[in-house]
């Protein structure tokens, strides 16, 4: 059940007839709708119900014509302006709402109240509820951050981080060495290097039907690890302030990537400058405190030094990760990606690379793309192993629908 104050209140059981239902009906539409003479309930909340109202008014209550909050209490300061009140009441909602609910009320905090600023207080950031959305916010917080609490908010990314590993890292690398293999399909592999599915769809051809088979006239195997040629993946990842959830995500699938020794993996991230952070993917916290969240865009600049850097045009992959809002040269930033493609390269734009809905993009630039038959569209994590499946193997791109 959501309410006007915009978080979701546990619906509970079914509601059943006769006055304990009426009250019941009366008691969740307090709840949702925050109380004062306005609601037409005329319930009073007690315990828990009124101690989870008050989180909920700390944050989402509105003044009324007063000056007062809802309820009839003086709530206007919010959740205050020092980082004990705002650590009880983190507490509070962890004690009364599941942790993705918890997740999106300290986004909203953070966002409506302006407590950026409390996070860089070491007690503060034991309180919270750490995810991908808080690391963004950690990262964009930058040199504000006092060297006392450095250490907290890079325990607190390493959390987040080692989660996220856990979840993707063993997928994606299944998932892709398995497209290594593919892609180094051999014409005359040993009978256990067989693929016996793509053989007998060559072979289609020479079936005969008086015997109910096919002569395998072409076999078709896979290549060993050993005999394949190094593929290069070259991540590419704006790092303005909206792609913070992506610049998280890249950074650890960066890291996966480049666990893999058959695969030579490049992270370049870039606002209006261009940073090579190739050498810190051993460890993608160090990679996320090498970023600067924030400042302009110039993807052509960026482009530029990620061309440079091609070796193999055709064993390449370039993966742009940004919401294509360009800053830089726009008709320049199109040729690059044409020469790349025309060279060999196959070129991806994800417009996001996070759990979240569908990201503001510049649709002029994603069009350009698109004309040039390079997809762009937002991809999830758990579709990105899939993505850079296909573009290692040379198999069209699996975009989603609502691209």
């Not at 959830?245 to 020794?261: D, H, N, P, T």
């Not at 726009?330 to 994800?350: P, Q």
Request: glycine share 10%; net charge neutral.
């Amino acid at each position: 059940m959501t309410g006007t104050t915009g978080a979701t209140v546990p619906a509970g059981p079914t509601v059943p007839a006769g006055p304990a239902g009426d009250d019941e009906r009366l008691r969740r539409w307090r709840m949702v709708l925050g109380g004062g003479a306005a609601d037409g309930t005329g319930r009073t909340l007690t315990g828990t119900d009124a101690a989870m109202d008050g989180t909920l008014t700390a944050l989402y209550g509105q003044a009324d014509g007063d000056g007062d909050r809802r309820g009839g209490r003086d709530r206007s300061a919010g959740l205050g302006g020092s980082a004990p009140s705002v650590a009880r009441w983190l507490g509070d909602i962890r004690t009364y709402f599941p942790s993705s609910v918890v997740q999106v009320m300290q986004r909203d905090a953070i966002d409506r109240l302006g407590l950026s600023a409390l996070l860089t207080e070491p007690q503060m950031l034991e309180a919270v509820e750490a995810d991908v959305h808080l690391v963004g916010t950690l990262l964009s917080l930058g040199k504000a951050m006092p060297e006392t609490t450095k250490e907290t908010a890079r325990a607190v990314v390493r959390k987040v981080v080692d989660d996220l590993e856990e979840r993707l890292a063993t997928r994606t690398r299944a998932t892709l060495s398995g497209a290594l293999d593919r892609s180094a399909r051999l014409s005359r592999p040993r009978h256990r290097d067989i693929d016996w599915d793509r053989t007998i769809r060559a072979n289609l051809k020479n079936y005969l039907p008086e015997y109910g088979t096919v002569v395998p006239e072409r076999l078709v195997g896979y290549g060993r690890a050993s005999q394949a040629v190094k593929k290069e993946v070259v991540l590419c990842v704006d790092q303005s302030g909206s792609m913070a959830a992506s610049v998280v995500y890249a950074s650890v699938f960066g890291a996966v990537l480049a666990s893999m020794r058959s695969i030579a993996t490049r992270l370049v991230v870039f606002d209006t400058s261009v940073v090579d952070l190739t050498d810190q993917l051993a460890d993608p916290v160090d990679v996320l405190f090498g970023t600067r969240l924030g400042g302009g865009t110039d993807i052509n600049r960026a482009l530029a030094y990620c061309q440079s850097r091609i070796t193999r045009p055709a064993d390449t992959v370039v993966v742009l990760i940004s919401d294509l809002y360009e800053g830089g040269i726009r008709n320049e930033m199109l040729r690059r990606v044409a020469a790349m493609k025309a060279s060999g390269v196959r070129f991806v734009t994800l417009l996001a690379l996070s759990d979240e809905g569908a990201p503001a993009y510049d649709r002029e630039h994603a069009a350009a793309l698109a004309a040039l038959d390079a997809p762009a569209f937002a991809c999830t994590p758990d579709l990105f192993p899939e993505v850079m499946a296909a573009a290692l193997e040379g198999r069209p791109i699996p975009v989603p629908e609502a691209a």
